[in-house]
């Protein structure tokens, strides 16, 4: 699957250019996060790399292939929960590798361990806060055993304590030896989970690079602009 790399890839709706000749290469390891200002493509770039948003102009190819394979998964901001109990949602990402039910709701229960949901396991999850339904969420991508897992602002709108889980949740998976592929706002975040920072403005890649070099001396005048204005203290780069 890797090295994933996008050349020239564009996507313009209705003639608008949310994407415009974006090159990128990601490697098969650590978190890589995606950064930049509302409505940029963030999330469209990581629905193409899903493979659930066809590329129409420019190239995308996973490794030697030119569609992704099952050892993908992606969790959006607002998961999708079924009227069921914890442990069947938990499992419900593993339908398609055709499992034994049995191992299907071993793997389940372990990944429930994991995240701290054990004891919920018999409960409808539709009772589970938000942040326990991300980390539910979280479970089921993670038993799928994924090389790469697409998070789009997972811990938008949690509290402070739940952000804390859901982000131990993601170390463990990236210990797991899954690269993570990961947007968010919260700049606060990135430093504390980020190995790199990818940088979208203006339809393109304007920075990729390690998050201590991305935030000590971003390149570009945009990435300075963006750092300065969402940090809730101020910074100044040395021109």
Known sequence: MFPIELSGVAFRPQGRNVLDGLDLRLDGEGISIVLGPNGVGKTVLLRMIAGLLPVREGRLAWGEASRPDAA??????????????????????????????????RRARDMLERVGLADRAADSARLLSGGERQ?????????????????????????????????????????????????????????????????????????????????????????????????????????
């Open 135 to 239: 980390r539910l969420a979280l479970a089921r991508a993670w038993a799928v055993r994924p090389r790469l897992l697409l998070l789009d602002e997972p811990t938008a709108n949690l509290d402070p304590s739940a952000v804390d889980a859901v982000e131990r949740i993601i170390r463990g998976i990236r210990t797991d030896g899954c690269k993570v592929l990961m947007t968010t706002h919260n700049l606060g975040q990135a430093t504390r989970l980020a190995d790199d920072i990818v940088f979208l403005a203006d339809g393109r890649v304007q920075e990729h690079a390690p998050a201590q070099q991305f935030f000590a001396r971003p390149r570009s005048a945009a990435a300075r602009r963006f750092i300065q204005a969402e940090l809730p203290w101020r910074i100044r780069f040395d021109e």
């Open 72 to 105: 993908i998964a992606m969790v959006f901001q607002q998961p999708m929960i079924l009227r069921s109990s914890v442990l069947d949602n938990a499992a419900l990402g593993m339908k398609p590798l055709r499992l034994a039910r049995g191992e299907r709701l």
